[in-house]
Each structure stands twice: as structure tokens, then as C-alpha cells.
């Protein structure tokens, strides 16, 4: 389980707040990049706070409520436009940047999962399976992953055929006969080669 080893160890350090930061979205073929940015409260942190892969759709959504209602978090998000112009990887960058940013006052150190931080002036540390190690990037993990969840959910009622409620816009079997048949949205990555490749087969041309 994830503990706080490595936010005592930063926060004594550079005497001040430690933030974890996590991403969900990188591999859909449709819908934003979502990030977030999660200080703790050692004396308010929910029961059973973990990597968001470990749990539930139900238990997301709780620990989300339960982490909003006791943490500082901030949410950072790229868009479609921005991951096709940018590519996937800066797009990411920019989503953690913005969640770092929408703290307010800066945290004196970052925490981030992966293994690379973005380019920004923040004291920071990147974690390989840091959703799985550290307490705030499981937190931030978890709060990233169910606002992504969410806002893929409403984009199905919006745009009915792919799944999206479901496979949250990742490349299921149903997602993609959905794009062969009716075409991308607004809201799928052009730059993703099943979608650019949809763009061909339904006379659409591909963005540059």
C-alpha cells in the first residue's frame, strides 16, 4: 500500500508542503488528458486511498468525494485540440502543469508519476509507480481518474455508438466498429492512427 515516506521525506527537506501529481488518459483514442494535483492532510487522509487502479469504479468515486472534502486539489486538463497539436506526451506535461498551477500557492516540492517531470520551475521528483508508492500521487490518481470517467460518461449520452460510458474512450472492440461506421467525433485524438485512419475510410480528411 501506499504510505507517506517519500512526502516526509520532501516536506522536511524543502520545509513545506509536498504535492502529488498523476495523470489518467494518455492511451484513449478519445477525450482529454486529465491531471491532478493532490496535497494531503496526514490528519484527514480517507481510508483505503490507493493506486486508482486498484479499485472500483464505486470506490473511486468515493475516496474522490472523501480526498475533495479533507486535500488541497487541483485539476489540470488538455484538450483533444492540444494533445493533436502538442502530441500525447507534452499534452500530459501541460495537464500536470496546470493541476500543479490550479493549487494556488505553490507546494515547496512535487511528487509526479512516471518517469519524467514536466518542464516547470517546481522542486520536483518523479516516481516510477508512484501511484503505487506514494499517498498523494495515489490520491491525485484517483480524483484524475474519476473526472475523466466522468466526463467520458457525459460524452456518451452526447454522442451515443462508441461505448464511451463503458470503455471511457479507449480503443474496445466496440469503439472502434463505431468508428468505422459513423466516423470520429469532435472529440477524438486525430492524431491517433485508428482515428486518422477512420478519417480516411469515412472520407474525412486527416488533421494535419
Known amino acids: 500500500m501506499p504510505d507517506l ?3 516526509r521525506k520532501y516536506g522536511k527537506l524543502h520545509g513545506g508542503p509536498v504535492a502529488g501529481v498523476d495523470e489518467a488518459g494518455r492511451g484513449p483514442l478519445a477525450g482529454p488528458v486529465v491531471a491532478a494535483a493532490v496535497i494531503l492532510d496526514p490528519k484527514c487522509i480517507p481510508e483505503g486511498v490507493d493506486d486508482s487502479k486498484a479499485l472500483t469504479a464505486l ?3 468515493r475516496l474522490c468525494a472523501e480526498i475533495l472534502a479533507c486535500a488541497q486539489v487541483g485539476l489540470g486538463i ?5 494533445i493533436d497539436s502538442l502530441n500525447i506526451f507534452w499534452a500530459t506535461m501541460l495537464a500536470m502543469t496546470r493541476a500543479v498551477e490550479a493549487l494556488g500557492p505553490a507546494p515547496a516540492f512535487v511528487l509526479v508519476d512516471g518517469n519524467r517531470c514536466p518542464d516547470w520551475t517546481h ?3 518523479a516516481v516510477v509507480g508512484g501511484d503505487a508508492l506514494c499517498l498523494s500521487i495515489a490520491a491525485a490518481s484517483i480524483v484524475a481518474k474519476h473526472r475523466r470517467d466522468t466526463m467520458m460518461i457525459e460524452l456518451d449520452a452526447l454522442h451515443p455508438g462508441y461505448g464511451w460510458a463503458s470503455n471511457k474512450g479507449y480503443g474496445a472492440k466496440v469503439h472502434q466498429e463505431a468508428l468505422r461506421i459513423l466516423g470520429p467525433t469532435p472529440h477524438h485524438r486525430r492524431s491517433f492512427a485508428p482515428v486518422a485512419q477512420a478519417h480516411f475510410d469515412f472520407g474525412i ?4
Not at 480528411?205 to 494535419?208: D, L, N
Open 5 to 7: 515516506k517519500f512526502e
Open 59 to 61: 470506490k473511486r468515486e
Open 78 to 82: 488538455a484538450t483533444v485540440e492540444e
Open 123 to 125: 522542486r520536483s521528483h
Open 205 to 208: 480528411p486527416a488533421a494535419e
